[in-house]
C-alpha cells in the first residue's frame, strides 16, 4: 500500500506526468503490425518531413496517422504554445486493442475464424 493521504498520492502520481503534446487514437481498424510499417518511417523524423511522408504513403494505416499527427501538432500549438516549426516526432507506437471475431462459411458446413485486429496508436511530439 502507499502511504500518505489519497489526494497527497494523487499529487505525487500527477507530478511524474508527461507534458508533452500528443494524440492518441483508440480502436483505430489497423492491425499493430501494419500500422508500426508506418510509424516506423515517421520516428524522429521532424512534423514536416513526416506529413510529407504520410501524404504520399499508399499504405491505409497512414491516413488514420496523418490525421493523428494532424491533431498532435494542433494540440502542441494550441495548449502548449509550440511553434509547429520546431517539432519533431519524439515517440509513436502502436499497442494492441480488442479483436473482432467473425465467421467465414467454407466447404461442407466448416467455419473458419476471421480476426478483425484493432489497435491504439499514439503520437507524442517534442520541441527541438
Known sequence: MAKGHRSQIKRERNANKDTRPSAKLSYARVSV?????????????????????LTYNPRY?????????????????NNSGMNAENLYVAECY????????????????????????????TVVLDER
Not at 494505416?61 to 500549438?77: G, H
Open 33 to 53: 503490425q501494419k500500422a508500426c510499417f508506418v510509424l516506423d518511417a515517421i520516428r524522429g523524423k521532424d512534423v514536416t518531413t513526416a506529413l510529407g511522408i
Open 61 to 77: 494505416a497512414s491516413s488514420i496517422i496523418k490525421k493523428l499527427l494532424e491533431s498532435a501538432i494542433a494540440n502542441a500549438e
Open 94 to 121: 502502436a499497442n494492441k486493442g480488442p479483436t473482432m471475431k467473425r465467421i467465414r462459411p467454407r466447404a461442407q458446413g466448416r467455419a473458419y475464424r476471421i480476426e478483425k485486429r484493432m489497435s491504439h496508436i
